[in-house]
């Protein structure tokens, strides 16, 4: 069974600043997707960013950019010129790459707080 | 946005009664996916479906059941809900499998359940 870990339950940063969220995981796949998630405190989860184990290239979106290193099976987000609606818990999440659907597996998530 | 939504947003029941949750989608999206989000466990997967009619089990499946009799809907029964079940749920949808390429989940508002 795949497992998630995110071993920061809080984190903070000052506005403007760059913060990176860790994430490790635990799998015999080889193929597979990360995801991060972001749920601010409306409670909405929105997808923030992917990644596909095959790609070398780290994924990009805008201010957010992840550090993939599959032989660390390491997973982490950064954050750069952080702004206070950053602030929300985020969550990395796993899913296999197979045939049928598939389930995402989270970890436990990060509180972030982005301070002015 | 993805549009989906979910009803009722929240709910207090007693211990014993049914209840039922509904997820409404619009994307004509094949597969949909009920979660629970609860405080130190991040969010784990109760049932999905990969079809009409077409439904599995997740990892914390014990006391619920679900339906899909159309596309755009998915529905989650409590069939005598417990006080171990109050929680906040997401319904999710995905427009493939993770083979297909299009595999994020895209979330609905959630539903806060309290049971008494």
């Known amino acids: 069974a795949q497992t998630v870990t995110q071993s920061q339950p809080e984190m903070s940063v000052q506005e403007a600043e760059t913060v990176t969220l860790s994430c490790t995981y635990d799998?015999?796949?080889?193929?597979?997707?990360l995801f991060w998630y972001k749920q601010p405190p409306s409670r909405q989860m929105i997808l923030v960013i992917r990644q596909e184990a095959y790609k070398q290239q780290n994924a990009t979106e805008n201010r957010f950019s992840v550090n993939f290193q599959k032989a660390a099976k390491s997973f982490s987000l950064k954050i750069s010129d952080s702004q206070l609606g950053d602030t929300a818990m985020y969550f990395c999440?796993?899913?296999?790459?197979?045939?049928?659907?598939?389930?995402?597996?989270f970890g436990k998530g990060t509180k972030l707080t982005v301070n002015p | 946005d993805a549009g989906i939504t979910q009803s009722p947003r929240h709910k207090v029941t007693e211990t014993g009664t049914p209840v039922t949750l509904r997820c409404h989608q619009t994307?004509?999206?094949?597969?949909m996916y009920w979660y629970r989000q609860d405080p130190g466990h991040g969010l784990r997967l109760i049932h999905y479906s990969y079809g009409v009619k077409d439904t599995d089990k997740g990892e914390v499946s014990d006391g619920y059941s679900v339906s899909r009799s159309k596309t755009e809907d998915f529905l989650l029964t409590l069939e005598s809900a417990t006080s171990s079940q109050t929680s906040v749920y997401f319904c999710?949808?995905?427009?493939?499998?993770?083979?297909?390429?299009?595999?994020?989940?895209?979330f609905g508002p959630g539903t806060r359940l309290t049971v008494t």
């Open positions: 999710a949808i995905s427009e493939s499998t993770p083979g297909g390429g299009k595999c994020e989940q895209y």
């Open positions: 999440a796993f899913m296999k790459q197979q045939g049928g659907s598939e389930k995402l597996v």
């Open positions: 799998t015999s796949e080889n193929n597979y997707y």
């Open positions: 994307e004509n999206h094949r597969y």
